[in-house]
């Protein structure tokens, strides 16, 4: 074999190989492949792997023996090729014969590009330092009179909705008339209806009101900083990683669509009919969010090493479990597999939010 041509593609982070099996070596790759095929041929007249080797060319045919010899030739040679240049390769090279003998004896050599993916390399930046000044950026949520009302106001709609489809009104007549309906002539939220909700009193009610109010505004604020904190993560830290990491989440996007469709008894070829889009214009579209989960997972999965953080067996187990009684059908290994890794996210995204 000659000497490779070896470059390394920056951008889609994959080793690029071109290589050139001579025909000399195609030969002895050739007895190989006979050598396999004898052993196992049953032809009749002969016993069990004592056929002689023109009988079992014949047998088989010239054309799979040259299929099969060119496949052991790169697999026999693309392993060393790799060997050789000490890089972490993390799945198998996509190879493509650019050229190869049709017959035998080949009087041309096989020539052959691969690209193989390689491990993705992450460079942190001080990741506690971030966290804490985000953790340290957070306000205090207060409720004012203002959104008291509101919410107040809303629940009044509500109630005036209901009572008229009580009275006959189809749901969306009723949702349209409650809308219209000036303040004071809305129905009071007094102590006999806020009984109805379980509730003692109206000033109970008032409180509780205020409270989940609150507790959605903090959700909310949480939410908010806890990206703004990942997102610097992101523009700070320093990734390489394979296409196929890209791949893997378009492909996981793309079939949460499906399944969000498929609850809507859509299916995705009237989706894409209706929104005027090809598959290839929506993973095009998917590409920016797609390229920052991968570097999300990387991140975490490296805080995670770092700070040796793991998922909690037990909530693991728990959560599997009633996943498995919801989804009695789903692989219960790559289940298993998925909930350890959001709940192992999760306890990083955890320990930054406590710096």
């Known amino acids: 074999m000659s000497k490779p041509t070896i470059t390394r593609d920056e951008k889609a982070w994959e080793l690029a190989i071109k290589g050139e099996i001579a025909p000399e070596k195609i030969a002895e790759h050739r007895t190989h492949v006979i050598a396999h095929l004898k052993k196992d041929a049953q032809l009749p007249g002969f016993r069990p792997g004592k056929a002689p080797e023109d009988a079992v060319v014949k047998a088989v045919g010239e054309e ?6 060119i496949e052991h030739a790169i697999q026999h040679d693309l392993p060393e090729i790799l060997a050789g240049e000490s890089v972490n390769i993390i799945a198998s090279p996509k190879v493509i014969v650019e050229s190869a003998p049709k017959s035998f004896p080949a009087t041309e050599p ?3 590009t691969a690209r193989a993916p390689l491990a993705p390399e992450v460079k942190l930046p001080d990741y506690k330092a971030i966290a804490k000044k985000h953790t340290e950026s957070k306000t205090e949520v207060t409720v004012t009179d203002d959104e008291h009302q509101q919410t107040m106001t809303h629940l009044k709609r509500e109630r005036a909705r209901i009572t008229k489809v009580e009275l006959g009104a189809t749901p969306q007549e009723a949702a349209e008339q409650a809308q219209k ?23 109970k009610f008032t409180e509780s009101v205020k409270a989940n109010i609150k507790t959605e505004k903090e959700m909310r604020e949480t939410e908010k900083r806890r990206a703004a904190m990942l997102d610097e993560l992101i523009e700070k830290s320093k990734i390489s990683y394979p ?3 890209l791949d893997y989440e378009l492909d996981d996007m793309e079939a949460r669509l499906k399944q969000d469709l498929d609850h809507m008894k859509v299916t995705f070829e009237r989706y894409l009919t209706e929104t ?12 920016p969010a ?9 991140i975490l999965s490296h ?21 498995i009684q919801h989804y009695p059908q789903t692989n219960e290994a790559n289940l298993r ?5 959001a709940l192992r996210n999760e306890a990083v995204i955890t320990f930054l939010e406590q710096q």
């Open 64 to 69: 799979r023996i040259m299929h099969e010899t």
């Open 110 to 112: 096989i020539i052959f």
């Open 181 to 203: 309906m000036e303040e004071k002539d809305l129905p009071a939220l007094d102590d006999e209806f806020v009984k109805t909700l379980g509730y003692e009193s109206l000033e």
């Open 243 to 245: 296409t196929l990491l």
């Open 276 to 287: 005027k889009k090809t598959e290839e214009d929506l993973r095009n579209e998917w590409k």
């Open 290 to 298: 797609a390229d920052k989960r991968a570097k999300m997972r990387l």
């Open 303 to 323: 805080i995670a090493i770092a700070e040796k953080i793991d998922a909690d067996t037990e909530r693991v187990e728990r959560e599997v479990k009633n996943a």
């Open 337 to 341: 597999a998925h909930i350890t890794h």
